[in-house]
């Protein structure tokens, strides 16, 4: 796994923090690394401002109890993980989340999926730090397993035509394999390949080409591309116990089936850029994606991603 020194976990002290406070605790373990809690809430009206206060001092005993709540569930010692808590009340909360992590050089955000009610999909908030923030995002919903049955998934796509996404395939692979090795051990790839041609070829136009033929031919192509995938899992160096789904599928639609079929609760996941234009980190079909999921997610962007919002 990459190296992760400095977590910065967002609370809005407004649920259950237990599952997000877990996972953070369970990285920070692992990577003897340091997390800044930080409590983010709205601002308070002219003439509120003693109410503010304390309600701000309430939310944070309420943190403050949540983190003793997840230490003691772990067995964590308390000097075992270096943690701070701060509060920071004011409009867009997503922008001063991202300014946070400009200002303070965090590796990795981690925060309770907004609205956890809600089984599948991410919110307003959530979104934003998935299009906007230059570091890694962990949204976490709750996941029932102990660690050692935690069930790991990266999704890849090996048509890599570009250095940036090259170098994003082997850093999610290499995520991915640490975290499944530090849970169930099992990592699961997921990779979909499309032949839409040859499905439009077959439908709409009549060819001298047989049946075996058009299916030799996809074949060909489903080889290919399963080649590519195999070529990249090697370049990335992870080894280990691997279940890989190649199929021909839209991602969109096969990801979030596999992730409940198989129970998956965790999925790695690549957000790619658009060359040219910062901000602008995904496409039609991971916005699908994560409108679909219903587990907890860690995603990534290009090395090379530059956020819109500014210090």
Not at 116 to 139: N, S
Request: with cysteine; hydrophobic share 40%.
């Amino acid at each position: 796994m990459p190296t992760v020194h400095r977590i910065l976990y967002v609370s809005h002290a407004a649920e259950d923090e237990s599952s997000g406070l877990l996972q953070a605790f369970a990285v920070a373990r692992n990577n003897n690394a340091t997390i800044k809690v930080l409590l983010v809430c709205p601002a308070v009206p002219e003439g509120f401002e003693e109410f503010g206060e304390l309600c701000v001092k309430a939310m944070l005993e309420r943190v403050r109890g949540e983190i003793a709540s997840a230490q003691e569930k772990m067995k964590l010692p308390k000097d075992q993980i270096v943690l701070e808590i701060e509060s920071d009340c004011g409009p867009r909360p997503a922008e001063r989340v991202i300014r946070r992590v400009l200002s303070g050089g965090y590796d990795l955000v981690i925060k309770n999926v907004e609205g956890r009610t809600q089984r599948k999909g991410f919110k307003a908030i959530d979104m934003e730090l998935l299009r906007k923030c230059p570091c890694p995002v962990w949204l976490c919903r709750p996941i029932e397993r102990t660690h050692t049955e935690i069930r790991v998934a990266v999704a890849i796509d090996p048509e890599c035509e570009e250095a940036s996404t090259y170098d994003l395939a082997i850093r999610l692979l290499r995520w991915a394999r640490v975290l499944a090795d530090s849970c169930s051990g099992t990592l699961h790839v997921i990779s979909c390949w499309d032949y839409d041609v040859d499905e439009y070829l077959r439908r709409h136009f009549p060819l001298s080409a047989s049946e075996e033929e058009l299916d030799e031919a996809t074949e060909a192509a489903r080889s290919r591309h399963r080649s590519k995938l195999d070529v990249l899992i090697r370049a990335s160096g992870i080894g280990g116990d691997m279940q890989v789904h190649h199929v021909i599928a839209h991602p969109d639609n096969f990801i979030p089936l596999l992730i409940d079929e198989e129970e998956l609760d965790l999925l790695v996941m690549g957000t790619v850029g658009r060359a040219g234009i910062p901000g602008f980190i995904m496409g039609n079909t991971a916005e699908n994606i994560l409108q679909k999921v219903s587990c907890s997610l860690l995603a990534l962007k290009p090395s090379d991603f530059e956020s819109p919002i500014k210090l």
